[in-house]
């Protein structure tokens, strides 16, 4: 079993992807830049957009072609472009609205879930620092200041 995937030959897995995206490992420049750039990088790598990118593109492509099947439906008469009207009008139509099912089931409920925790976070930090702010106060000081 020398062959394997972890042989020491074999180049880091970084490497090869970084070489099928065109980056030079070798020039330190390159490095540098990815560098740089590596917390960008892990942000959208790791977040929502991507996945907002890709439904919004849907929609919209989902949208036009059941435009254009729309359309060509209307003014088309042979019976072969009134099954591709058809089909593309139907296709459009289950894009955009899967799109719009997806956004009412999937996206709304997680960032209504997301502000909810950011809400019981800032609360639970504000109770915590209420309370460290209590026992850091005398024991005595527990009465109402007076004004002099």
Do not use: C, N
């Amino acid at each position: 079993m020398t062959g394997g995937s972890g042989a020491k030959d074999d180049p880091h897995p970084f490497t090869d992807a970084a070489r099928a995206l065109g980056i030079d490992v070798d020039d330190p420049r390159a490095l540098a830049w990815m560098e740089a750039h590596l917390p960008e990088f892990r942000q959208q790598a790791s977040g929502q957009r991507p996945l907002y990118w890709i439904l919004g593109i849907g929609f919209v492509v989902g949208l036009a072609a059941q435009i254009v099947g729309f359309l060509l439906k209307t003014s088309v008469t042979t019976e072969f472009l009134l099954l591709v009207a058809d089909l593309l009008y139907a296709l459009g139509w289950s894009l955009w609205t899967g799109v719009v099912v997806v956004f009412f089931v999937q996206i709304w409920p997680e960032a209504k879930r997301r502000q909810l925790e950011r809400w019981l976070d800032a609360y639970e930090a504000a109770r915590r620092e209420k309370a460290r702010a209590g026992s850091d106060r005398a024991p005595g000081d527990d009465a109402a200041p007076t004004a002099r």
